[in-house]
C-alpha cells in the first residue's frame, strides 16, 4: 500500500476564514512534506516533517502553519489568505533514513481556492 | 542553484510514436524519481533510479539513470492517448536531507 489521503478535495475560502488541510498516510513513512503547485508548474516545497519535528521551511509566509500530530498525520492551518495563494497543496512522504535515497508518494492533493 | 533541466517543455505526436524526455543537471543525485501527473490530481510515481548506468523498463516506459548521475531519460514506446499528461523528474541531491529538485515537467499530448 503506497497511499496517501488528503481531505478536502476541493476549498473554497475568503480572506478571513481559517481552514485546515489534512493529510494521512500508513506506510510507516517518518518524513511528510507539504507541497505548493500552482498551474501549469512543478511542486515547489513548503515544509518537511522529520520524525515528527518541522526540519524545513521554505521561507513559507506564516498565513500557513503546518502541525504534524504524529506519525501518520500532517496538517496545513490556513489562515488570512491571499488570493494568489490559490493551487493545488499536495502532501506527500517517504520513509527518512537520511541515505537520500526514499521515494516520496504524493496524495492526491486539495485544489484550493482564496476568494 | 541547484537545477534540473526538462526537456521537451511540450510533446504533441501521433498514437505509436516514440518520444524520449530528458532531465539533466550539473549536480549529481543519489536518487531520481519520474512520475506522471493528471490535471487537477497529485504526482503518481512511475518509477525511481538510484544507481548510476540504471535501467528500468515499466510495460512501453524505459528509463535510464546517467553513469554520473547527473542525468535522466524517459522513453515511451508507440505512445498510446492514455499516456497523456505531465511528465516530472525529480533528484535528491546527495546529502540532500529528504528535499527533491524538480525539472519544470513535460506536458505529452497523444492524438488518436
Known amino acids: 500500500d503506497t497511499e496517501v489521503t488528503q481531505t478536502p478535495k476541493h476549498l473554497v475560502m475568503g480572506m478571513t476564514n481559517k481552514k485546515s488541510l489534512k493529510c494521512e498516510q500508513h506506510m510507516g513513512h517518518r518524513a511528510m512534506y507539504w507541497y505548493k503547485q500552482k498551474a501549469k508548474k512543478p511542486p515547489e516545497l513548503m515544509f518537511v516533517y522529520s520524525y515528527e519535528k518541522l526540519s524545513i521551511n521554505e521561507s513559507v509566509p506564516s498565513r500557513f502553519s503546518p502541525e504534524c500530530p504524529n506519525s501518520s498525520l500532517l496538517n496545513l492551518h490556513l489562515h488570512a489568505l491571499q488570493p494568489e495563494d490559490s493551487a493545488l497543496y499536495l502532501c506527500a512522504s517517504s520513509q527518512d533514513r537520511s541515505s537520500g535515497r526514499e521515494t516520496q508518494y504524493f496524495g492526491p492533493g486539495t485544489r484550493l481556492l482564496v476568494l | ?112
Open chain 2, 1 to 112: 542553484t541547484q537545477l534540473l533541466e526538462q526537456s521537451p517543455q511540450f510533446l504533441s505526436i501521433q498514437e505509436g510514436e516514440n518520444l524520449t524526455v530528458y532531465c539533466n543537471s550539473s549536480s549529481v543525485f543519489s536518487s531520481l524519481q519520474w512520475y506522471r501527473q493528471e490535471p487537477g490530481e497529485g504526482p503518481v510515481l512511475l518509477v525511481t533510479v538510484v544507481t548510476g548506468g540504471e535501467v528500468k523498463k515499466l510495460k512501453r516506459l524505459t528509463f535510464q539513470f546517467g553513469d554520473a548521475r547527473k542525468d535522466s531519460s524517459l522513453h515511451i514506446t508507440a505512445a498510446q492517448p492514455g499516456d497523456t499528461g505531465l511528465y516530472l523528474c525529480a533528484g535528491r541531491i546527495s546529502g540532500g536531507y529528504n528535499k527533491l529538485i524538480f525539472g519544470a515537467g513535460t506536458r505529452l499530448a497523444v492524438h488518436p
